[in-house]
Every structure is written in structure tokens, then in C-alpha cells.
């Protein structure tokens, strides 16, 4: 995963254009990868689809012909999805189009302007202060034109049509945390998924931030009627440990799971409340959808010194976290999957466990993990508590209590309650009034000539 | 405040008398102030209206003939309500009717006998340990005779007639703290209300402890159920932080916005349970009224040592105190009158703030508490969460959630959510059954003389 | 009750056979004892009713024909239930029929082998580590036979057929807390029980562990129809602290009872969640029951060194620490019987408390613990409040919330609520559809000759 987060750092990513393009079909090669492409001034409920940004080259020239700013060097020198520019001006004209960060003064700060035309610079506050009076020479040559928004989608359908989201931003440039850790476990994680038996369908964005989530949610207001869990991946990769925002509604299986099994299979890991500044959970929780969608990270996003500055490099992940992110979104999928009900099919007393071999033969002695395990799914499966309602009870690992069920299925004493696909609806179950038909399949769909679907 | 304090300090205020007469028509000076008078003999409720009282004089001479203890020189010297009489007795005999606190010997005890015909002096430990044998002449210029019981009403009416209730008992002799500190407070929060746009009306009751808030209740069922808010006001001069103690319901829109405004407002507040030991919210919140009412205290009644003594006096309370005591209730009004439920009018994803000028224009920076609290109206604003729902669960300010809402609303993004009356319905909505309409108006309703509106 | 353990500490129990007989017996020559026979081969529930087993010696005599380990010296010797044998062997064939505890060395540990015919013998380690090379002559001389499961009931008749259940295991041999302290407080709980006038009807059983519980349930599913509360008794002789364990449901009337009781009439008491390992309760709470049956215990099964080990003898358990358990107990009995719900009849504004002379007559002191509580009684009683919800709310003890009921009820103040035999209804109404009408009575009655009714 790190090496895969190293072949896409240097892509000059935004929320339109070839970079998240180029983005897209590196991920598509190693899954399979359907991409869309709305076109520049679609309406998506409040907002429109806005102009393409494409970028070649970018350059202040000081008074001595030198480049002094280079987007050669680093793409976060170009205040992203800049107007095209070239002039030459005082420092002193210069000095308002240009960003800095005077608390970080060897950082390039990651600094955007998409809803605003407007033309800067990002670069370290010492670069800046060593400008010195004189003429410099600024080009940006970018176009900002009418075209396209481009996303990815990857569909692995399951038994049942109700869906597990997995979300993550593909618009940031040569940041490393935020978000080519996200996009990395997100991809391999598809690739685990791939060979399996699922209960659910699983779908995975990789779209571009706010934009992207909006595009989509206004575009599929059927395949957002049947997500029942979603978890936004971002920051996965740095050293911190694991941080779980939960989703607007607070206790949805999503928010238990995520809780339960960074509880059981990571150190401290913290437990955050919703709150709507964040990532695209934003638009998954806002009130007409209120979506079971939190977010997993590690370091939160805006509270660490690194965010959004060029210290979010290569360096600042590790390929021993990105694999630590990865398990850990295995195991919650694997609860989301395995969370049955089951019914105790002996409900009076319990059933002789020692003569199916089920009990240890010895009395007197105290029981093992294994036993307790089974007692505990017994005594508590009466038809309405989920297995993960018996792992939280218990305060017992799921993977305990799951096979504990498995066992005593296999011998006769549970039986599998039927699921109800109301079981956890959403709240809003209506659609969005104001899509039209017409809307929702405005975009041409291009199913991508990379995905191994296709080959 | 503190001022007032000290001109209402030397009355010998009693449940019933001349002296909170006075006392009203010293508050009738500053606010529109109705008095009513409730004759002797008044069945209301379980209780039966006293006979009234009132005092010229009373002493102890001593064997010297001169006084030993003057009421002259400090009201407290009488236990309040004491039956008149003028005898010669020896020390012996006094004795029983002096009382002390001996753990406190320089401070003269408050007592009262309202219940149960008696007589009695009140005097410092050390003053009783002086008593030398001898003749005693005793002397209390009193008399206990039919006549009536007075309180008074500031009503100020508001868009609707559902009422927010102020409450102060007005009873106690000279002590500043309880409860000169409460009417004055009460008194100018009244003064600061009068110019002002309400949307409820809001009702000031300046009354005898107990017997008062029995008669006001039993004779104004109407109003009653018009009460949606309240608070008894006591004890808001002194240097402790702030206490207040909930209603009996315990979760009521006063409730946690007094928790929600001390919490933001001031030093390390205290929130305490209901107890039915207290203050008039005793009666209040008794099964029957079961009323959103609480009580806003600095030093809990009872809990300090100058409680009911001579050292509850204008030295004990401070004009900071009752300013800021003043600033804290004012403030609980507001969000009272503000706290509105809207209703988001783009609930699918986030409306797109940057084109109204609501969010900053350069993406890739954190955002401001102004653009975070607009986030959190537009997330949580669904028809069901109020203003103060939000503060709550965005751990903001009222003042800052409010103003992003209006902010919002302005900009047409906000719609504002009908106010059903029965929005907090109290749970006892019948009418006492032991009230008969005569009974309702029996005192003889008399607007005071000197009250602004007559003027 | 140290006298009775002791008389009973030497006999050889198990869950079948002459050994609870003899208990049986023994509790009888106390209480009103009938005791049941249910013959072998009894299905119940998932369950058969196993053999009986009886045993008069057992012994293992070295290669000096001395007995080495000898059933004389110690019942816990013989793996509880051994099969008959009568053999010679080689220390090496003898060894794997030998149970030790090597962290604890001198102790013998206390086995059985119920559901698996086995045999064997339990030693102190330090016993196997000197034995020596050689032949051994083994003999277990039981009898494992078709016979009888035997079990004591002792009922009470109340007002009402609602019941409250205790229960015990009367199976282990010599061990002292676990559970001949169970067996000594529950019989003179019972004595204790006997002359008084009960709301509740009581019924007390001593049983055999697990087979013992399910074999009653199966038999008596109108009197498990019946019960409202239950609490096992166990391990109530040591010198810990106690520990409450609580019912499955975890906040019945029994759970909030004993919590409130341990609370405030012992040292730290600890209130432990619901765990489906333990004692009977594991039957009484399985989800097709799931009744309101908590375990009072002081130290907790399993997690004391000398559990099911020889250390649990006369010395581990003491006449202090079985007094207190005894008085816990009849305190928990105290407030099922007394937690009544009453009507305050005044419920607009307080009564006046003072013309009947329930509250001080001078007013401006503080209010006494006896005052409070009846203000408490006053405030709460509006027919939804018990008693005990009232003791909870206010932090007072039962006693005296109950008291000031009691003399608020003598004064004419409240009325009695009317009890609805449904009021703490189990969720489980239907009977156990398995069981068939022939069954429930499958077992002879036999009334105990020696029981006090019948002499």
C-alpha cells in the first residue's frame, strides 16, 4: 500500500480534471473500476458541477530569470484550480497571491480555490521572506473550462441488494495522509473483498472531496436508499492510533462495530462524536439523507501540525499502519457480514452441553474462554440480540462470540433468524424530492477499458 | 441592586403585615406592581390564610431597667410572628423563650413561628451568657389579628400567553442574601424585560415563603396553566458560584437552559437534582403542578453558616455578585425567547455556502466558530432540534448557534418551524378539583397606587 | 447458623443419593421441609434425571497396604459420582485418575464427573508427589443405579400467590461457604419468615446444582408462572464484602431491592452485571424464563483461591459474617414485602404539616432527616412512584421512607395504590410449550415425616 501511495503522490490532483483521471485508472488496474463523468454545470441540489481544471506548468520568476516557485518541483505551489496567469508585477503585487504559513516556516501549505476564480502561490514562509524587491515574472498555465467531474465506483455485488459504502476523497494533491492512505487501504481492501462470499453488497467511491459526494448522492438516490452501513476512509496511514467519528444518528451498526472492534483489535483507540465539519460524512449524515456513514481515521483531520502542508508526504505514513488500517477494516466489514441473530432452539435452562461434547467433562473446575463464550450466545439468543449485541454484553471479542454461534448452530441448539432488510432502515426513506428522473442519469456512463471486469 | 438591597435592608418584613406592604410599594417605585390582598381566613388548598401581623416594638429590660435586647436595634431580635405581651418574669422563666446558636455565639439566630401561637426573643449566644439573675421586663408590641395577606404581580404580556414565571418570597426581615438579593435581582431583571419585544408573557410574583406561592396557586388556576418556565430567584447576592437546582421533572427546557447558560456563563456552576426541601419550587412542583420550575441560587438555602442569621447581611452580598446573578437570568430569558426549531430548506447534502458569501473563500484552511456553527444549524435544523438542542449537542454557545441560524434564515436557507403551545405541555393539565370558581377570586384584587401604569 | 454448617460439613453430598437426603433432613428438623423424589431416567427439559449414586468408602492403599488417600479422612477425596472399582495398578496406570492443584499444594481439590461415567481421586499435590513406585490397591465402593433425584421445598403462603424464590444448591460435599452458608442463612431465613404476616408468598428450595433447577422448573411451570422475585444464595459465610449479581434483565424490582439494601446497610458492596456463569440463576434467567432472580453472594464462584478446594472449610466461614447475610436477606425480604406505591391526597401544594404536628414548630432552622423524608413521600407519591423508587430518588434508606409513608398514611395524607398483580409481569408468559401435563407431576410428593407441619 505504501508503494502504491508513492506511484500516485506525484499526480496533480483536484476535484476535476486529468489528474484524479490518471488517479482513477492507476487504482482501476488492480480493481475493477467503473468511472463516471458529469459534465461541468450539472445541478446537483444546491451546487452545479463546475469548470474542469487542467494544469501543465507554474512558475514565479525572480529578477535574476530564475524560477524561485516551482509547481515542477512540488504541485502544492499552485493555489489549486488557479485561473491562468501570466504577467509580470512587483513583489509587493505580488505578495497578496501568495500563501505561507508563518507557525511552519519550511512548509508548503495545501491551499485551494475552487468555488472563487482567483490565481496565488502556496510556498514556505522562508522561501517568501528571501523574495527580494524587484520584478518577478508569474505564470500559471492552467485552463479552467467546461468538462467534466470525474469519479470512480467499485461494485462487488452480495446476497442481498442492501449495500455497504466505502468513501474516500481522490482530489488532493502530493498529500500522503490525506488522502493517498485512504485511497490505498480502500484499494486493497476491494481486493480482499474480490474472491469472497458477501451478504452484502459493497460499493467504493473514490471521488473527488464535497463535489464528489454530491454528485453522487443527487446522481443514485436508489443505490443511497439501499446503503444500511458506510465508512469514510481518510488519514489512515500516519502513527497515530485509531479515531472513529460516528455517524450523525450515534448508534447505528456502523458506529457499534467500528467501536467494538477498534476497542478489541487496536490500542486506545477513541471513539469521536459526530460533529458536520469533516470529510464527506458531511454530506452522507446531512439531515434529508442521515446516513449510518461515520468516518475512520487515525490523526483527525485539522488537529494535526502536518495537515494540509507538504510534511504530509511519504514520510509522514508508514507501510505498518497502512496494513494495521487495512486489518481493521477487514474486521469491521467481517462483523457487518457476520452480525446474525440467531434463536436458542432449547430457550428453558440450559441445554446439557456435556453431552455434545460442548462442556468440559470435569466438574468443579472453573470453564474456559470458549465455553463461557457459548453461554453467553445461549442465554442471550432469544431472537433479538444480534451477535454484536452479545459481544457488547459480554465485553467478549465478536470472533469469540461468532464462533461460539457457529458451533452451537452446527450441533443443533440455534437457529438463524431471518433478516429483516428493515432491520436497521434509514430514517429518510423517501427519495430526494427534487431529483428529477432526468438528472439521475445525466452523466455518461464509461466503464473503464482498464478495469479487470473488462479484460 | 446592592443599593436597593439596603433601602428594603430595615423593614420588618413578616408573611403577612405592614412590612412587605412596604416592601412591595418600594418595588412598585421601580416596576409596574399590582398588590393583592387576601383576607384572614382564606381556605387555599390544605392551608388557611393567617392572621396578619404586625410590630411597634419589643424589648428585654434587664434588672437595670435598661434594654438588653432592643428589636429596635435589629428586627431578628423577635421571633417573627410572636403574640404580643408585656410581663415581668425572672431568668428563669425567660430562658425557654430565648433562643441562640450556641456554635455561632456572636450572631443573632432568624426564627419564626408562624404555625403556632408563641412568643420568643432571638439573641446572640453571648448576649444570653451575659443574662445576670435577676427581674426581667418583657415587651412585644404586636398584634396578631384578622386582616390579610399581600403579594404582589409584575406581568408583562408577551406575543403569546404562555407565561415564563419569575418567583421571590419577600418575607424575611433583615437578611440580605436571603432574600433581599432576590427581589432586587428580580426587580430589575423586570426593568430591563419592560422594553423589550417577548414572545412569552412573563410573570414577576413577589410573595410571602410558602403560604404565598399556596395562595397565588390557589387562586390563579388559569395562570397556572399558562406557566411553561420558571424560576425562584434566591440567594444571588453572595461570592459563591452559581447553583441551581432542577425542577422535578428534571429535564425541561428551563432546566437545561439554566444548565446550559450557567455552564457557558459562568465559574464552575453547580446543577443539582430537585429535592423537595427548598424553596417555594416546593410548592411549584408539587405532584399536582408538577411545573417547569427550578431555582437559582448562589449559596444553597441552609448549606452556609450565615444562612438565617444576623451575618446574612448587607455585607454578605455585593454589587458584583447580583450584576453578574442579574446577567445570568437575563440571559436565560433570551434563550428562552429564542429558542426556535428550524427547518433546513436544502436538507439533501450541504447547500453551497461559499456562493452566499457564509463560508471562507480559500478551501485546505480549518474553518472559523462562525462557519462551524452555521454547519451545525444546517445539519441538526430538521424540524426536531431546537436552538438549545444544538448548543447542547455542539458543546457551542446559545448566543453563537442562535446568530448562525438567524444568519442562515436571512439568507434563505432556514425556514422557521411552527411553535405548537403544547410544545412542553406540563403533565398535569386538569384544573385542581378542589377549587371553586368563587373561591378563585376572592381577594379583593386592588392595583397599587404607585405602580408605573397607574401613574 | 456456624453450629448448623457444621453439623452438616461431614456429609458426603452430591447431586443424587443418601447424602442431600440426609441435609434434606436435617433442614427439616428446622423449617417446613417437603422433599421430592424424582425418579432417574426423567427427562427434563433438554436433561435426563441421571442414576443415583451412593457411596461408603474409598481408599487407595500403597504398596504397604496403608491407606495413602482415604474417603474417611475427607469426602472430596473421591471424584464426586465415581463408578465403582476395585483394582490393582501401577502408579503409572493410577495417575491419570489422580486431581491435584500444583499452585495450591496442600490443598485437595473438589471434582465431579456427573455426566461422564469416570473415576477417580482427588489429592493434595504434595500427597502425589510422595508417592512412590509400586502397586496400588484402588476401591471405590459407590453404587451408580437407577434410584431418585431428591429435593426440599419449604413454602410460605401470603396474601398474595405472587412469590418471591430462594434458592441454594444443597450438592457440594465438605465445602464450607459454597454452600453449607447458603443452606444456614436460607433455613433460618426461612425461621425467621415463619411467624409473620406476608404480602408475598415465599417459597425457599434446596436443590442439586443445574439438574436440580432445570428438574424443578420442568416440574412446576404454574408456581415459575408465579414468581416476581428470586435470589440464589451462596458463598455468604466468608469475610468479603458482598457482591450482588443481577438478574438477566438487570433492572427488576429484586436488582434495584438488593443494590439498594447492600448500599446502605453494608461496607462497599459491589453490584456485578448479569453473567450467564454462575449458580442457578443460570437457569432461572435462561431466555425462555428469564426471571427476576439475582445471586447474593460475598465472594464470587471462581474467583477465590480456595474454591471447590478443601481451604473452603469451617474456618473460612464465619458466625459474623453468616449474621450479616442473614440480616441483608431479611432486609431485601423488608422492602419486597413493604415497597407499596401511595397516593399523596393533597397533591396541589404541600399539606400543612405543621396543624398535625409533622414538622417543627419554629420555623428558620433547618429540618431534621425525619421531616425530609416525609417531604420526600409527599412530592414522589403520585401513584407512579414505589416506595422504593422514592428511596432511590431521594439517596434515603427504605426504612425511613417507609416510615414516613407509614405515618403520612396514619395521618390521612396518602391512600394506598391498588397492587396489579401484573406490575412487574416476567416477559414471558407462555408455559414451556415441551412440557406435557403427565410430566409435571411425574415425581412422587412425599411430605417430609420429620417436617414441622407434619409433627
Redesign the interface.
Not at 501549505?109 to 472563487?116: D, E, F, I, L, V
Not at 445461549?378 to 432469544?382: E, V
Given at each position: 500500500m505504501h508503494r502504491f501511495a508513492g506511484e500516485l503522490y506525484p499526480i496533480c490532483r483536484s476535484i476535476t480534471g486529468d489528474g484524479i483521471r490518471q488517479t482513477l485508472s492507476m487504482i482501476g488496474n488492480r480493481i475493477p473500476l467503473t468511472t463516471f463523468e458529469v459534465p461541468t454545470g450539472t445541478a446537483?441540489?444546491?451546487?452545479t458541477v463546475p469548470k474542469e481544471w487542467n494544469i501543465r506548468d507554474a512558475y514565479i520568476k525572480g529578477p535574476n530569470q530564475k524560477r524561485v516557485v516551482d509547481f515542477k518541483k512540488c504541485n502544492l505551489h499552485v493555489?489549486?484550480y488557479s485561473t491562468p496567469i501570466r504577467a509580470t508585477m512587483s513583489l509587493s503585487e505580488l505578495k497578496p497571491h501568495l500563501?505561507t504559513i508563518p507557525q511552519n516556516p519550511d512548509w508548503i501549505?495545501?491551499?485551494?480555490?475552487?468555488?472563487?476564480e482567483?490565481w496565488g502561490f502556496c510556498l514556505s514562509h522562508n522561501q517568501m521572506l528571501a523574495l527580494k524587491d524587484g520584478e518577478y515574472e508569474v505564470c500559471i498555465d492552467s485552463t479552467l473550462e467546461d468538462g467534466h467531474l470525474t469519479y470512480g465506483e467499485c461494485y462487488f455485488p452480495g446476497q442481498s441488494t442492501d449495500e455497504v459504502l466505502i468513501s474516500c476523497h481522490a482530489c488532493h494533491p502530493s498529500l500522503a495522509n490525506d488522502n493517498l492512505s485512504g485511497l490505498a487501504v480502500a484499494t486493497f481492501l476491494a481486493q480482499l473483498l474480490s474472491g469472497r462470499d458477501r451478504r452484502y453488497s459493497h460499493r467504493f467511491l473514490f471521488i473527488p472531496g464535497?463535489i464528489g459526494?454530491?454528485t453522487w448522492?443527487?446522481r443514485n438516490p436508489e443505490a443511497v436508499g439501499r446503503i444500511r452501513h458506510g465508512l469514510v476512509l481518510t488519514g489512515v496511514g500516519d502513527k497515530n492510533r485509531f479515531h472513529y467519528k460516528k455517524s450523525?444518528r450515534g448508534n447505528t451498526e456502523i458506529d457499534r462495530t467500528a467501536a467494538h472492534v477498534l476497542t478489541h483489535y487496536s490500542e486506545s483507540p477513541e471513539i469521536l462524536?459526530f460533529?458536520?465539519?469533516g470529510y464527506d460524512e458531511?454530506?452522507y449524515?446531512?439531515?434529508?439523507?442521515?446516513l449510518a456513514v461515520g468516518c475512520l481515521m487515525r490523526s483527525v483531520s485539522?488537529s494535526f501540525p502536518e495537515y494540509?502542508t507538504s510534511a504530509d508526504n511519504l514520510e509522514f505514513i508508514h507501510p505498518r499502519q497502512l496494513a494495521e488500517s487495512l486489518r481493521v477494516c477487514a474486521l469491521i466489514l467481517d462483523v457487518l457480514e457476520d452480525n446474525r441473530r440467531y434463536r436458542?432452539l432449547?430457550?428453558?435452562?440450559?441445554?446439557?452441553l456435556?453431552?455434545r461434547n460442548l462442556?468440559r467433562?470435569?466438574?468443579?473446575?472453573?470453564?474456559g474462554a470458549d465455553i463461557?463464550a457459548r453461554?453467553?450466545v445461549?442465554?442471550?439468543?432469544?431472537g433479538e440480540h444480534s451477535l454484536l449485541d452479545i459481544a457488547e454484553?459480554?465485553d467478549l471479542p465478536f470472533v469469540a462470540i461468532r464462533d461460539a454461534a457457529e458451533l452451537l448452530f452446527e450441533n443443533g441448539l440455534l437457529s438463524v433468524v431471518a433478516e429483516s432488510s428493515a432491520r436497521e432502515a434509514k430514517p429518510n426513506e423517501v427519495l430526494?424530492p427534487?431529483i428529477s428522473p432526468g438528472q439521475r442519469n445525466m452523466g455518461r456512463r464509461k466503464t473503464a477499458a482498464h478495469s479487470r471486469e473488462a479484460r
Open positions: 446537483v441540489f444546491d451546487w493555489l489549486n500563501l501549505p495545501y491551499r485551494t480555490s475552487y468555488y472563487k482567483d464535497t459526494a454530491v448522492l443527487a450523525r462524536e460533529s458536520p465539519y458531511r454530506q449524515c446531512s439531515p434529508g439523507f442521515n485539522a494540509h436458542n432449547n430457550p428453558y435452562c440450559e441445554p446439557q456435556g453431552r462442556y467433562s470435569t466438574g468443579g473446575e472453573s470453564i463461557n453461554l453467553w445461549l442465554n442471550l439468543s432469544d454484553r459480554s430526494p427534487d
